[in-house]
């Protein structure tokens, strides 16, 4: 009987332990560790391969990954971008990291410039990929700009993923962006800025 | 002895001069900034209006009166009399007719007149003055002015894309006849219709700048005239007469808005402790509600459920993040520590329970404001709605035994009102989101609010979220995964994501919050409001 209860007891500290390290990818200090990793990856990688990450995203989401229902949406670049990495000739450790970044900002788009606005664009431009590109990148800048104006001074690339992280929670009412655009957002303005 | 003119002079320009260096005119720093030009016209005013000043006021003339010092003892003399001073040591006034009173030389006087006027017009004359004046001047005496009538411009022909975006489909569906018009790819006529457009009373582009102002006198003598002549004081007099019989009202309606009286009074009674924060004493509450954190995150303790109720309360009716304030909350009370039937006791005794927790001041000033409203309405104020319901509300907030909400009548000073009742279970320990309370609160506010999945930003997608879990737990593309948080709305049911702690910082709030909010408000706003 004392066994069994002796057994019982260490049972249950094993179950709460494992509940207790359930992962948690998305508290603060792994948050802006992602940051900061996704940060070094943009800066690293060439210009040329970024554009081509960006290119085959952009085909995906208007491809094979065009589903109606967003979480599908989701899951089918996740996967699409996962495998891309898996495929490539030589390995690059950075490939996720900046594939991240990129499918988010192709999903960013719809929320960066709102549909009233992209038909506007559109009916006003006969080159309408042009315009609704400088447009993109405007909302970007700006977005940049008052990130930078929020954030003060920041030191170093851990200081610089902490102040995105912070200014990101903080001020989704203002801009209206969620999480995850704001962050790749800034991630890609501002590394390309340097 | 000295002439008055003279003295006058000297004081004056001593005053002047005293003024402007007190009110900072002479600092090095806004001399700087004062350019020739404005030096020029400042020496040009005083130069003129100062000799305009020593002319017209006869200041080159001798004093006809004079000021003296006297310590002499009182004597009868019909030339002089006590000006200032007493019986020892005064001053006199006395005529100067024989010119023997000491008066500064003509040139001398002529050149302090001239600069006391330099140095009003140094003090009052900046360089954005010039140029407003020269700007003025400007923009009446060219043709290009905004003040000038605008050329007619000839019609642009209307330019067409041939390929305009999503109008070839358009065109070729209307050419195979599976539609009957082409909509906004219709060909658009190149001959508008041009509106009528209203006459020009501005200057004309060749109208001489002498008959312009002669025009604008004659329109402002019409003016005048209009609001002088027999119908305009009749109609005065019928306004006149129409307002003097509605003289009470209207003291009352002045008195109403000089002493800030309320425009509503809605009082909410709960059980709950008073969480002592001040919330809603009316001079900060606004402050205090102009922007809270996404979820209620208060300490455990004994006022725990009462801060829950507080920021939820705030969230849905004051804060002004996600949408206009549905309400003032200076005109909100929130009656903490009551008993749990207070809704029974306000219904048994309006009056005696109201005066009793000092609200019946505020709700008589409300339902006076009321009629006085109704009572203008005949003015032309707009009238208020038949029900005045709307702008005082009883609610009670009970959590502990029981559930559900109920409703009692009651009449207060002739006026049929009804105080709410709501009871809910306290929120379990360790809640982290509080949803249930939103829901609680909402509909306590609201009579039958309700948010249901059609009304959720989540839409469809909220019925597969169940499965979404494991899809956080992966190791990569930790960004792009949270775009599929936009399709769980906590509001409805937040499910595992209770759970999640980590999740919930970065959740989406900007979206569903927002929508829950507004969703609130829109059906609030029809049970309550402000006079």
């Not at chain 1, 802006?32 to 940060?39: C, F, K, P, R, Y």
């Not at chain 2, 005529?95 to 006391?116: C, K, V, W």
Request: charged share 20%; net charge neutral; glycine share 8%.
């Amino acid at each position: 009987m004392t066994r069994a209860v002796v057994l019982l007891a260490a049972l249950s500290t094993v179950a709460a332990d494992g509940a207790s390290q359930a992962p948690t990818p998305y508290r603060a200090d792994a948050r802006v560790a992602t940051i900061e990793h996704a940060l070094a990856a943009i800066a690293e990688t060439p210009a040329p391969i970024l554009q081509q990450r960006v290119e085959r995203a952009r085909a995906l989401a208007r491809g094979a990954c065009s589903a109606g229902s967003e979480r599908l949406r989701v899951e089918c670049l996740i996967v699409a971008a996962q495998r891309h990495c898996r495929e490539l000739p030589a390995p690059d450790t950075r490939c996720l990291v900046t594939m991240d970044i990129v499918v988010s900002n192709v999903l960013a788009d719809e929320r960066l410039i709102p549909l009233d606005r992209r038909y506007a664009i559109v009916r006003a431009n006969a080159d309408y990929r042009a315009a609704l590109a400088a447009e993109l990148r405007r909302v970007q800048a700006e977005l940049a700009v008052d990130f930078r104006l929020h954030a003060g001074r920041l030191e170093g690339r851990s200081d610089l993923a902490a102040g995105i992280d912070r200014y990101c929670r903080a001020t989704a009412e203002e801009t209206r962006f969620p999480y995850p655009t704001c962050v790749s957002s800034l991630v890609w303005t501002i590394d390309e800025t340097k | 002895m000295i002439g008055t003119k003279t003295l006058a002079l000297l004081l004056l320009l001593v005053a002047v001069v005293a003024a402007v260096i007190a009110l900072g005119s002479f600092a090095p720093d806004r001399l700087a900034v004062r350019g020739p030009a404005t030096l020029l016209v400042v020496g040009g005013f005083g130069l003129v209006t100062g000799t305009v000043v020593f002319r017209f006021l006869h200041l080159g003339e001798q004093s006809r009166h004079y000021f003296r010092w006297t310590t002499e003892s009182f004597t009868w003399d019909v030339s002089e009399a006590h000006f200032v001073g007493g019986r020892r040591r005064r001053v006199v006034i006395g005529e100067n007719r024989d010119g023997e009173a000491f008066d500064l030389a003509r040139s001398t006087r002529l050149a302090l007149s001239i600069a006391i006027a330099s140095v009003v017009a140094l003090a009052a004359i900046g360089s954005r003055a010039l140029e407003q004046m020269q700007g003025a001047y400007q923009g009446i005496a060219t043709s290009t002015s905004s003040l000038t009538c605008p050329e007619e411009e000839a019609p642009k022909p209307v330019a067409r894309d041939p390929n305009e975006p999503g109008c070839e489909l358009i065109r070729r569906a209307y050419a195979l006849g599976y539609i009957k018009s082409l909509g906004e790819c219709a060909p658009r006529q190149e001959q508008q219709t041009a509106a009528a457009r209203p006459v020009c009373t501005r200057r004309q582009r060749d109208e001489p700048l002498l008959h312009y102002s002669w025009r604008r006198l004659v329109d402002f003598w019409g003016g005048r005239r209009g609001a002088t002549g027999l119908s305009y004081v009749k109609q005065s007099s019928a306004d006149f007469e129409r307002r003097w019989a509605h003289l009470e009202p209207l003291v009352r309606s002045e008195q109403q808005m000089l002493a800030s009286a309320p425009h509503a009074s809605h009082h909410v009674w709960t059980n709950l402790p008073d969480p002592g924060d001040g919330a809603f004493r009316p001079a900060e509450c606004a402050v205090h509600f102009a922007r809270l954190p996404h979820r209620p995150t208060p300490p455990p303790g004994p006022t725990q459920a009462s801060q829950v109720f507080e920021h939820v309360l705030g969230q849905l009716v004051f804060e002004g993040t996600y949408d206009a304030p549905a309400g003032n909350c200076r005109e909100y009370h929130v009656h903490w520590g009551a008993p749990a039937d207070a809704c029974q006791r306000l219904a048994a005794s309006p009056e005696g329970f109201l005066a009793a927790e000092g609200a019946l001041d505020d709700v008589r000033q409300t339902l006076t404001r009321y009629r006085v409203a109704g009572d203008l309405a005949s003015l032309g104020s707009a009238r208020p709605p038949q029900d005045p319901s709307p702008f005082v509300t009883f609610h009670c907030y009970v959590e502990g035994q029981g559930a559900g909400r109920a409703s009692v009548p009651l009449s207060l000073d002739g006026v049929r009102l009804a105080a709410d009742e709501l009871r809910v279970a306290p929120s379990a320990p360790g809640t982290v989101l509080y949803v249930d309370r939103y829901d609680a609160v909402g509909r306590l506010l609201a009579n039958g609010f309700h948010y249901g999945h059609l009304l959720s930003e989540a839409g469809l997608d909220e019925g597969s979220a169940a499965g979404l879990e494991a899809s956080f737990a992966g190791p990569d593309m930790l960004v792009t995964r949270l775009y599929e948080l936009e399709g769980i709305d906590i509001y409805l049911d937040p499910g595992w994501l209770l759970h999640r702690p980590d999740l919930l910082e970065v959740y989406p709030y900007e979206r569903h919050l927002r929508n829950y909010v507004q969703v609130f408000r829109r059906q609030y706003r029809r049970q309550a409001g402000r006079l």
